[in-house]
């Protein structure tokens, strides 16, 4: 049994092929080769990635494997097939040149990786066939579906709405249906009624529901209104079901990542909604007529013109960036109730964790964090802002304390000790080849002092590669404080004068997120150089790499 540390990596690209197992024979194939070549595998180097897209190479376990190889962790990788690693060719030979590079041996289980240029050109046409496929698997996919939609088949829909059962092509004999369930189809017809015959709000019709009560989609006693809002609008219930509401796209920047949750999702992209007369109706058993259906839309927009709140959009200076240090959910800002007016002299509006709701969770409330008042919430997070636009040397002094928590210890080692001792190393392995292959060292000699000079090697380049790192951070520094200085100058005699979105826009731009705990918030920052933009128009959302932040403690007011 060999002693080398060995890893695998599998992967299945839909939550589908992750629900029915289907990695499972990756895995076991994997296994079975693994002990083939007479290799011990230790659980936690089995990396595998369910349900991850390979057109991105955003995905968990390739990261730690990353990780793993970068830090001397691993020596040899077990694949299933280069698609697995990645179905770009150009992302497969980054991944394979990357492992090479530190000299960790990469195996494929469908064909070996030789060093030819014969076994190059088989990989590259491997990947590049890859990729073909996928493009042409989701293009015939398309397509396809598109042909069905168009002839008015079921199947191409995935679920039925509220009010229905969806019958799969297996359960209908070869094609799908809806199946109107009764006790659904009244509610649904009820709330029709509702805004159709007796011109009722959808806030009016929430009251009603939630009274009765009666349960909705999700099974809960409270309704919310974008529920029913999804509800009046989808024309399958008139009898026409759409197909094609929407499309996939480049991933939209993300203010914060959502709880539970990372910043980069399964599918790097985004989803985009459709012009209606770009929906493809496919007939359904209807609910309404479609005269009811005409008056209800009719109905909804009289209401919206009617409507006294009817300023949509950003309403709060730090909406989007509040996040609960005690439960992960956001805040949001909430005005008072009219009940609660009369005790206050002054209108204030507070921001209220969402995990306190107890109306979303089913009556019981998840978290008991207290709710902030907004105005001085947004005057003490402005202060901070201002504060580090007056003094960038904040930035570098807490980006100093962070660097020397993580840098190596004074006499350690610099860069140019280290680069002369690589060199020495590597004359030392190559002497020990050149005697081994010359004769004059048998392979009992040879190995054992090869592999502890690979290991001084792993360790030595390790240390280079940290000081690099280091060296590199540290003019990436000197660069965000010179732009950060740039910008501060620029933008410092007129804060004052910044209306409410001026404010907003300057705020989004260098905060990354505002944790609120029961005690204390954190203001956390992010400042690269391309947070920054020159100009005269220095305000702009961004969610890049590279992000810099610093922890500022506020009282919560």
Same mark, same amino acid.
């Given at each position: 049994?060999?002693?080398? @540390?060995v ?8 939550e ?6 289907? %990695?499972?024979s ?9 002990e ?12 595998? +990635? ?5 057109? &991105?190479?955003i =995905? ?9 190889v ?9 694949v299933y097939?280069?698609?697995r ?6 992302y497969?030979?980054m991944?394979?040149?990357e ?9 494929f ?6 060093? @030819? ?6 990989? *590259?046409?491997?990947g ?7 493009a *042409? ?16 088949s079921?199947?191409? #829909? ?8 969806y %019958?799969?092509r ?11 369930? +009764?006790?659904q189809? $009244?509610?649904?017809?009820?709330i ?9 709000s ?7 529901l939630?009274e009765?009560?009666? #349960?909705?989609?999700?099974?809960? &006693?409270?309704?919310?209104?974008? &529920? ?8 399958a ?5 759409? /197909? ?11 203010l =914060? ?5 990372t910043? *980069?999702?399964r ?24 005269a009811?259906?005409?008056?209800? *839309?009719?109905?909804l ?31 949001y800002?909430?005005p ?6 009369k ?19 089913g009556g ?7 709710p ?15 504060r580090?636009?007056? +003094?960038p ?12 928590a993580?840098?190596l ?7 140019a ?6 060199t020495?190393?590597?004359?030392? %392995?190559?002497?020990? %080849?050149?005697?081994y ?10 190995e ?8 001084r ?12 790192a280091q ?5 990436d ?12 100058? $620029? ?17 989004r ?5 505002i944790?609120i705990d029961?005690e ?8 690269d150089?391309g ?5 005269? &128009?220095p305000f ?10 610093? /922890? ?5 007011g």
């Open positions: 049994m060999s002693t080398r @540390s890893a695998l990596y599998a992967r299945v690209s839909s589908h092929q992750a629900q029915a197992q289907t %990695i499972q990756q895995l076991a194939a994997l296994r079975e080769r693994i083939g070549d007479g290799e011990r595998l230790c659980p936690e180097h089995e990396f595998i +990635d369910a349900g991850y897209s390979g057109s &991105t190479l =995905r968990p376990a390739l990261e730690r494997l990353r990780d793993a970068a830090g001397g962790e691993v020596e040899r990788v077990y097939s280069p698609d690693l990645a179905r770009k060719y150009a497969q030979v991944l394979v040149d492992f090479q590079r530190v000299g960790v041996e990469l195996v289980c469908n064909r070996p990786l030789g060093q @030819s240029p014969e076994d190059d050109l088989l990989l *590259q046409m491997q590049m066939i890859a990729e073909y496929e996928r *042409q698997m989701l293009e015939r996919s398309r397509r396809g579906k598109r042909h069905k939609a168009q002839q008015g079921v199947n191409v #829909l995935c679920g039925a709405p509220y009010g229905y059962r %019958i799969t297996i359960e209908g004999s070869g094609e799908a249906c809806y199946e109107i369930v +009764d006790e189809a $009244q509610v649904v017809r009820q029709f009624d509702w805004v159709g015959r007796e011109r009722l959808i806030g009016e019709v929430q009251r009603r939630s009765a009560p009666t #349960l909705t989609p999700a099974g809960k &006693t409270w309704w919310d209104r974008s &529920t029913l809002w999804g509800i009046l609008k989808n024309p219930y008139k009898g026409q079901a759409a /197909f094609g509401k929407t499309r996939a796209g480049e991933l939209r920047p993300r =914060r990542e959502q709880r539970g949750r910043l *980069q999702p599918r790097a992209r985004s989803t985009y909604d459709l012009p209606v007369n770009q929906w493809l109706s496919i007939p359904v058993p209807p609910l309404v007529d479609e009811l259906f005409e008056a209800v *839309q009719a109905q927009e009289e209401n919206r013109r009617r409507a006294r709140s009817g300023q949509r959009g950003a309403k709060y200076l730090l909406q989007g960036l509040l996040v609960c240090s005690c439960c992960g959910y956001a805040f800002g909430k008072l109730s009219p009940s609660a007016r005790y206050h002299p002054r209108e204030y509006a507070y921001y209220r964790c969402v995990g306190s709701d107890a109306y979303r969770f019981q409330r998840l978290c008991y964090n207290k902030v008042r907004t105005d001085r919430l947004e005057q003490a997070v402005w202060s901070q802002v201002c580090l636009l007056e +003094d040397q904040r930035l570098t002094e807490e980006y100093q304390r962070r660097l020397e993580v840098q210890s004074p006499g350690e080692a610099d860069a000790w280290v680069e002369k001792s690589l020495k190393v590597r004359q030392g %392995i190559a002497r020990l %080849i050149d005697g292959a010359e004769g004059y060292l048998d392979k009992s000699e040879a054992p002092r090869i592999r502890r000079f690979k290991e090697l792993q360790a030595l380049e390790a240390q280079a590669e940290q000081l690099r060296a590199q951070q540290q003019a520094l000197q660069l965000v404080i010179g732009r950060l200085e740039a910008f501060s100058a $620029q933008v410092k005699m007129g804060l004052e004068q910044l209306d409410w979105g001026g404010r907003r826009a300057l705020i731009t260098l905060v990354k997120r944790e029961q204390r918030i954190n203001v956390v920052f992010r400042v150089e947070t920054l933009p020159p100009g005269n &128009t702009r959302q961004h969610c890049g790499k590279g992000i810099v932040a610093i /922890f500022i403690e506020c009282g919560a």
